[in-house]
T-cell receptor, first 115, second 115 residues
Framework: KNQVEQSPQSLIILEGKNCTLQCNYTVSPFSNLRWYKQDTGRGPVSLTIMTFSENTKSNGRYTATLDADTKQSSLHITASQLSDSASYICVVTPFSGGGADGLTFGKGTHLIIQP | DSGVTQTPKHLITATGQRVTLRCSPRSGDLSVYWYQQSLDQGLQFLIQYYNGEERAKGNILERFSAQQFPDLHSELNLSSLELGDSALYFC??????????????FGAGTRLSVL
């Protein structure tokens, strides 16, 4: 069964510090891996999308990396800000394409930035 | 603002009742997706429609049904509601059918409370 495991479940860091969130997946073969940011009570917003052939993708202070051999991805947040407090969700798309029933979602990492 | 509109934002109802959640996709998007997000749970895919036709089905209960209308808006009907149906329900839309390269744009969600 395809799975996406994210760690840590929750994380608290001080404003201005860096942090790294992890995503391990078993979906294979896969088409792409996405990271979403979900503010409390809001819908998820796409941060990065990486295909299986890409190693890294940046979006401002957010940098995602992908190691397709070990089936691991990470999301690095640089110089954290209070507005980074949110849940970060990893989503893997299978190579078969097709409908959304193939998407595998992680449960997310809940990040809290303290002033 | 993602361009996806969900109404109502909040809904409080009693067990055994029936409710309808509404979603207007981004202008031009043909695919609509419905997700359920319970406390401490990740996003659970319910159902996808593409241009009025059911495209993919996830873990949607038989008490739940959905449809997409000719103007592309969609409704999710939840009946015989139980306490466990209390959750955030998200609608997302994307331009095309296949998920491989599609970015999903999420609405702000409808928070359903069943008392």
């Amino acid at each position: 069964k395809n799975q996406v495991e994210q760690s840590p479940q929750s994380l608290i860091i001080l404003e201005g510090k860096n942090c790294t969130l992890q995503c391990n997946y078993t979906v294979s073969p896969f088409s792409n891996l996405r990271w979403y940011k979900q503010d409390t009570g809001r819908g998820p917003v796409s941060l990065t999308i990486m295909t299986f052939s890409e190693n890294t993708k940046s979006n401002g202070r957010y940098t995602a990396t992908l190691d397709a051999d070990t089936k691991q991805s990470s999301l690095h947040i640089t110089a954290s800000q209070l507005s980074d407090s949110a849940s970060y969700i990893c989503v893997v798309t299978p190579f078969s394409g097709g409908g959304a029933d193939g998407l595998t979602f992680g449960k997310g990492t809940h990040l809290i930035i303290q002033p | 603002d993602s361009g996806v509109t969900q109404t109502p934002k909040h809904l409080i109802t009693a067990t055994g009742q029936r409710v309808t959640l509404r979603c207007s996709p981004r202008s031009g998007d043909l695919s609509v997706y419905w997700y359920q997000q319970s406390l401490d749970q990740g996003l659970q895919f319910l159902i996808q429609y593409y241009n009025g036709e059911e495209r993919a089905k996830g873990n949607i209960l038989e008490r739940f049904s959905a449809q997409q209308f000719p103007d592309l808006h969609s409704e999710l009907n939840l009946s015989s509601l139980e306490l466990g149906d209390s959750a955030l329900y998200f609608c997302a839309s994307s331009p095309r059918d296949g998920i491989a390269k599609n970015i999903q744009y999420f609405g702000a969600g409808t928070r359903l409370s069943v008392l």
